[in-house]
């Protein structure tokens, strides 16, 4: 079996091939396009019947190479860039070029055994898509809502909003009929600035609805959770790009940072907090862990339950993050089956 690594770029693609014992055999560079990844899959075919491919997951810059590859039918796994710089080192060859990291990535891909397996998008990635699309629109709309404020406490010292009050539309409407009547630079930028806030929310509220559409039918257990929302929910579904490709709930909990870290000191063994891992998807459950901590339920139970036995308020919050992570696993496994079992008959009456 040979394994073919590549280094990825904007407007070239290195790879470079080995076999089982890391031993370099061939490279090659292609253009960054349809044509250069048909003529990189010919040579591959041409020179080796046997082989799988390694890409560093690089996001938008690996993406086109591994969908054209996967529907090709080729075998592709996808490596960490963190794994890369420890590989870059061990080799004998000094320096950092296109060869040089494609072979490391050839080398981690047969050091490391249980590298995701690269597989076509599903409708996963249109809602990280759309999510992350409305968490840009978001932070422009609060750049544009802290400089209206700055502007009307030139023009009107004492009458700003009341704080979080920017978002809604009577606030809005007031604001409008107050500026109109104003002259001058600095209210002429201020009606700009709340026409920009107004279309900003309008565009939100509709990435909103367009999410809660697409998130309901993939998710309907995980919605079920207490304290996830339809956007927690969107931001697990699409940041975890499909909950089969964990072989556990542990290696779920690793992936999101939720797993502690053990420290040992002599005799007694404690954990702290993991600050690897994917840091939105950590985000997510903690926002839920905080939302049952608020409720009368099973969450704020927990935490109970934690500190009677020892554990500081962080602690039991850490834990509790952890057994929200397995449950939160637990669910999208199921929806994940549910979802596979109705689509099967129809895969087969095609």
Known sequence: MVTIGADLHKRSHTVVAVDDNGRRLAEKSVGATSAGHLELLAWARERFPERRWALEDCRHLSRRLERDLV???????????????GARRS???????????ALAVARVALREPDLPIARLDGPEREVRLLLDHREDLVAERTRAQNRL??????????????????????????????????????????????????ALTADIGRLERELEVLVRPLAPTLLALEGCGVLTAAKLVGETAGIGRFRSSSAFARHNGSAPVPVWSANSGRHRLSRTGNRQLNVALHRIAITQMRLEGRGRDYIAKRRAAGDTQTEAIRALRRHISDEVYRRMRHDEATRAASQAPLAMAA
Not at 91 to 101: A, F, L, N, T, Y
């Open 91 to 101: 080799g004998r060859e000094p320096g950092k070029s296109d060869p040089i990291d």
């Open 149 to 198: 404020r700055w502007h009307l406490h030139e023009l009107t010292p004492g009458e700003e909003p009341v704080s979080r009050g920017l978002d809604r539309r009577v606030v809005l409407d007031a604001l409008e009929s107050r500026l109109s009547s104003m002259e001058g630079t600095v209210a002429r930028i201020a009606r700009d600035l709340v026409a920009r806030i107004r």
């Open 71 to 85: 529907t090709a039918g080729e075998a592709v796994v996808r490596v960490s860039p963190k794994l890369m710089a």
